[in-house]
Nanobody
Framework: QLQLVESGGGLVQPGGSLRLSCAAS???????IGWFRQAPGKEREGVSC????????YYADSVKGRFTISRDNAKNTVYLQMNSLKPEDTAIYSC???????????????WGQGTQVTVSS
């Protein structure tokens, strides 16, 4: 089972940028890697995913055009570049491995511990 460790969260002003990293213990090409987030009092939602089979990327409508997911196969790391951040992006962001990209967390094989992102002036 893939072990995942996130980093890169923090406090940023509205309009700012952050890059989250998800470092994996094994070959990420064998897995689809997704980013999920959960804000206080809200359900967890899928933010973005990169497919293992063809590298296709998926984004939630709320982040499309602002967030970019990518992977460095040599480092077994997946990144989430977040630009034009808004206060509503504030949440705990977690990466997850699965066989296929899906918003359904029932398909997740392993989770990282999460990293806090706070967007506030």
């Amino acid at each position: 089972q893939l072990q995942l460790v996130e980093s890169g969260g923090g406090l940023v002003q509205p309009g700012g940028s952050l890059r989250l990293s998800c470092a994996a213990s094994g070959f990420i090409l064998d897995y689809s890697i997704g980013w999920f987030r959960q804000a206080p009092g809200k359900e967890r939602e899928g933010v973005s995913c990169i497919s293992s089979s063809d590298g296709r990327t998926y984004y939630a409508d709320s982040v499309k055009g602002r967030f970019t997911i990518s992977r460095d196969n040599a480092k077994n790391t997946v990144y989430l570049q977040m630009n034009s951040l808004k206060p509503e992006d504030t949440a705990i962001y977690s990466c997850a491995s699965s066989a296929y990209c899906s918003r359904d967390t029932n398909f997740v094989a392993s989770w990282g511990q999460g990293t806090q992102v706070t967007v506030s002036s």
